[in-house]
């Protein structure tokens, strides 16, 4: 069965501060794999979705990476803002008709 | 816009009562999802459907129920049998195999509460 972790649970920076969030999954076979910021007592938003042939999707500040033989991906968030504050959780499918295997997330605080 | 809409945004539920959330959605896609929220914690998969008239249980599907009667249209009910329905609902829909399809969206939610 997929499991997927994020590491840390809660981070805490100073703005402008570029930061690295982490996501494992134990079954490298995936189709593809997607980042979501969740605003408190919101839905998820779609970030960045990375097919299991790329190797990494950029989106302004945010630039994803997929190394699926390590089972690990990660976001990257350039120059951090106040405004970046959210949980981000990711997802991995493992076939295209399956269901998506969420992490717990990564609760994210920028400090102005 | 095309988007997905959950209602209502609050619910309260009464001991015993039986509530229905509604989940619709406008971007023709095939496959439509119900996941839980607790606080502090991931998602869990509650039913999810990927075509019309079908609908497959998911983790946490004991004292809940949905009908897939309309593609658009994917309704969950919370029974009187789920002890401890207190949680944020999310609603989710994916298209088809298309790269530009593939990104699960998500609704806005609706947090139930026991009275």
């Given at each position: 069965k997929q499991e997927v972790t994020q590491i840390p649970a809660a981070l805490s920076v100073p703005e402008g501060e570029n930061l690295v969030l982490n996501c494992s999954f134990?079954?490298?076979?995936?189709?593809n794999l997607q980042w979501f910021r969740q605003d408190p007592g919101k839905g998820l938003t779609s970030l960045l979705l990375i097919q299991s042939s790329q190797r990494e999707q950029t989106s302004g500040r945010l630039n994803a990476s997929l190394d699926k033989s390590s089972g690990r991906s990660t976001l990257y968030i350039a120059a951090?803002?106040?405004?970046?504050?959210a949980t981000y959780l990711c997802a991995v499918k493992e076939t295209s008709g399956s269901r998506l295997t969420f992490g717990e997330g990564t609760q994210l605080t920028v400090n102005p | 816009d095309g988007g997905i809409t959950q209602s209502p945004k609050y619910l309260f539920r009464k001991e015993g009562q039986n509530v229905t959330l509604s989940c619709e959605q406008n971007l023709n896609h095939d496959a439509m999802y119900w996941y839980r929220q607790d606080p502090g914690q991931g998602l869990r998969l509650i039913y999810y459907s990927q075509i019309v008239n079908d609908f497959q249980k998911g983790d946490i599907a004991e004292g809940y129920s949905v009908s897939r009667?309309?593609?658009e249209s994917f309704p969950l009910t919370v029974t009187s049998a789920q002890k401890n329905p207190t949680a944020f609902y999310l609603c989710a829909s994916i298209g088809g195999e298309l790269a530009t399809n593939e990104k699960l969206l998500f609704g806005s939610g609706t947090q139930l509460s026991v009275l």
């Open positions: 134990t079954d490298s076979a995936i189709y951090s803002q106040p405004g970046d504050s | 009667e309309k593609k």
